[in-house]
C-alpha cells in the first residue's frame, strides 16, 4: 500500500536528500584528497592525469640509469686524477736520473799535440788548453801549421780556399747512420779552435772542449758509437751522404777513422740510474692497474668499455641518449715504455740523456692525452648532470600538472560542506514544519 505525502514533506525530502548526497560526494573528495577519482567524474581530466602521471613516472625510472652513468664517468675522472699523479711521479724519476751524470757517453778525444806542444807553452806563459782554443783554423793557401809564439796565436795549416767553411758532420752509430747532424763553420783568417768548439756546443747533439792537454774532445749525449768528421767544404761529407771522411780530422788531433767508425760506449753505468730503473717500472704498472680499477658496475670506461645514457622514454630516432665510448687507457698506450739499463728498441735507456729525454718528451705528451681525455669526460658529465636536473624538475612539473586536474581544493570543499550541513539542517527544520500540517488533522479527534 502507498503512502501519500503531502507535496510541502515531499519537497522538503527532496532538499534533504540532494543535500545529502552532495555532502557525501564532498565528503568522498575530502576523504580521497582528489575531486576527479574516476573517468565518470571528468573522462578529459581523468585520462589526461593518467597519461602526464604515466610519463612522470617513465622519466622517474630513468634517473636511475642516469645516475649510474654520472658515477660512471665519475669513477673514469677520478681515475684520470689519478694516473696524472703517477704521470707527474715518473716525471720526478727522470729528472732525478738526469741529475746524476751519465758515465757511458762516448768520447771522441785527440790523440796527438796538434792543437797545442809543450814548447809553444814555453813561449807564450799559457796553458795548453788556451793555447789550443786561440789557435785559428788556417786561411787561404795555407798548409803550414804555424806554432803559437807570444806575438802569434799560431794555426792548424788549413787552406781554406776552396770554400771558406768547415763542415763538422756528427753521427750516432755510423755503420748504419742512425742519426746524422751537420754543423757550417764560415772560415775567415780569425776563424779559431774555440769557435769550432762552440759550433759543435749549438749542435745539441754532442758538446765539445779542449781538456788540460791541449786535446780536442767531443762527447755524445747519448750511449750510442759517436762518430766525428771535420773538413774543408764538403770534404767533410762522403758521397752517400752517410758518414764523414774525416779528411780535416788530422789538422784537430782526430783520427780518420773516428769519422767512419766512431768510437763506442764505455759500456759503464750509473748505479744511481739503474736504481730508479725499478722505480719507474713500477709506477708504469700502477697506471696499468689504476685504470683497470677505474671501473663502475661493471663498465671502465678507461678499459675500452662504452656505455650509454637514455635521457627520456621514447625509443628509435625520437629517443634521446648519450653514448660515451672509453678508452683503453694503458702506459703503453700513452706513450710510456718500459725502462732498461741497455740499448733496447722500444725501451728508455736510462744511462742514455737522449732517450731521458725522449721520456720526458714522451710524459709530457702523456699528460696532454690525459688532460684532453680528462677534458672529454668533463663535457660529458655535465651533459649528463644537466639532464638528471632536468629529468627531476619535468618529471614534477608533469606530476603537479596531473594534479591540478584532478586533485581536490582541500579548503574550498571543506567550506562547500560545512555550508551543505547547515542547508541540511535547515531542511531537516523545513520538513518538521511541514508535517506539522499534516499533524493537524489530529487534532480533529
Keep these: 500500500m502507498a503512502i501519500s505525502l503531502s507535496s510541502n514533506v515531499r519537497n522538503s525530502l527532496t532538499s534533504l536528500q540532494s543535500i545529502t548526497s552532495q555532502a557525501a560526494a564532498v565528503q568522498s573528495r575530502l576523504a580521497s584528497g582528489k575531486k576527479v577519482n574516476s573517468a565518470v567524474d571528468n573522462p578529459v581530466n ?27 664517468i665519475q669513477a673514469a675522472s677520478k681515475g684520470i ?32 799535440t796538434t792543437l797545442a806542444s809543450s814548447a809553444e807553452a814555453l813561449l807564450t806563459s799559457k796553458s795548453l788548453k788556451d793555447i789550443a782554443l786561440d789557435k785559428r783554423v788556417g786561411s787561404a793557401g795555407d798548409t803550414t801549421v804555424a806554432t803559437a809564439t807570444a806575438a802569434s796565436a799560431g794555426d792548424l795549416g788549413v ?30 783568417a780569425n776563424t779559431t779552435v774555440r769557435d769550432v768548439v762552440n759550433a759543435i756546443n749549438s749542435s745539441g747533439v754532442a758538446s765539445a772542449f779542449v781538456d788540460e792537454k791541449g786535446l780536442l774532445n767531443v762527447k755524445g749525449s747519448g750511449s750510442e758509437t759517436l762518430g ?6 764538403a770534404t767533410a761529407i762522403a758521397a ?16 780518420a777513422t773516428d769519422a767512419t767508425t766512431g768510437i763506442a760506449s764505455s759500456g759503464v ?62 702506459s703503453d698506450n700513452i706513450g710510456l715504455v718500459q725502462a732498461g739499463n741497455a740499448q733496447v728498441a722500444g725501451t728508455i735507456n736510462f744511462q742514455n740523456d737522449t732517450d731521458l729525454d725522449k721520456a720526458t718528451g714522451a710524459l709530457t705528451n702523456a699528460l696532454g692525452s690525459l688532460k684532453s681525455l680528462a677534458s672529454t669526460f668533463g663535457a660529458n ?40 550541513q547547515t542547508r541540511q539542517q535547515l531542511s531537516q527544520t523545513a520538513l518538521s514544519l511541514a508535517s506539522q500540517s499534516d499533524q493537524a488533522v489530529l487534532r480533529l479527534f
Design 381 to 420: 658529465l655535465a651533459v649528463a648532470q644537466t639532464r638528471q636536473d632536468f629529468t627531476k624538475d619535468l618529471a614534477n612539473v608533469l606530476t603537479t600538472g596531473a594534479d591540478n586536474l584532478v586533485n581536490a581544493d582541500a579548503n574550498e570543499e571543506a567550506a562547500a560542506l560545512l555550508s551543505l
Design 228 to 233: 766525428v768528421g771535420l773538413g774543408v767544404g
Design 240 to 255: 752517400t751522404g752517410t758518414s764523414a771522411t774525416g779528411a780535416s780530422n788530422t789538422a784537430f788531433g782526430l783520427a
Design 159 to 188: 787552406d781554406t780556399t776552396a770554400t771558406g767553411f768547415l763542415n763538422i758532420q756528427i753521427v750516432t752509430n755510423p755503420a748504419a747512420a742512425t742519426s746524422t747532424t751537420n754543423v757550417s763553420v764560415a772560415l775567415t
Design 81 to 112: 686524477d689519478g694516473i696524472t699523479k703517477l704521470v707527474g711521479s715518473l716525471q720526478s724519476t727522470i729528472k732525478q736520473a738526469q741529475a746524476d751524470a751519465a758515465q757511458n757517453r762516448p768520447t771522441v778525444v785527440g790523440t796527438g
Design 46 to 72: 581523468f585520462f589526461t592525469a593518467q597519461s602526464l602521471n604515466n610519463r612522470s613516472d617513465q622519466l622517474k625510472g630513468l634517473l636511475d640509469g642516469i645516475s649510474n652513468g654520472i658515477q660512471t
Design 269 to 330: 753505468t750509473s748505479a744511481t740510474r739503474s736504481n730508479l730503473i725499478q722505480q719507474y717500472n713500477d709506477l708504469r704498472t700502477q697506471i696499468d692497474s689504476l685504470a683497470k680499477d677505474s671501473g663502475f658496475n661493471g663498465v671502465n670506461l678507461l678499459g675500452g668499455d662504452k656505455t650509454t645514457i637514455t635521457f627520456n622514454e621514447k625509443t628509435g630516432k625520437n629517443q634521446t641518449k648519450l653514448e660515451i665510448q672509453g678508452t683503453n687507457l694503458t
